[in-house]
């Protein structure tokens, strides 16, 4: 599939099946890389290539962890200066 056609019909684009190839990957980045608007974001995929190729390629997410993350934080927050530890780990273990 050419660029071309992507362009034309974004919706023949479907994620869980591209295994992209460091070509196509430098293709999408030169082409963006053209626009001066987008030369700080084609800059940063193309420093960090392996991210970008692993979050492409693999199924895995961490989604669920930042999740997490978020929702620790979020009561941390909210119990700033008004308890200790015991009270916060009863609050984040209470929760789930």
Not at 4 to 12: E, G, K, N, W
Not at 20 to 32: C, F, N, R, W
Not at 46 to 69: C, F, I, K, P
Request: aromatic share 8%.
């Amino acid at each position: 599939m050419t660029l071309d056609t992507l362009l034309a019909d974004p919706a023949a684009i479907r994620l869980d099946h591209i295994r992209p190839s460091a070509s196509a990957v430098k293709l999408v980045v030169k082409t963006i890389a053209s626009n001066k608007e987008f030369v700080g974001f084609a800059r940063g995929i193309s420093e960090d290539y392996e991210a970008v190729r692993n979050a492409l390629t693999y199924e895995w997410s961490n989604g669920q962890l930042e999740g997490q993350v978020n929702r620790l934080k979020l009561i941390k927050r909210g119990m700033y200066g008004r308890a200790k530890f015991d009270l916060l780990r009863a609050r984040v273990l209470h929760s789930i």
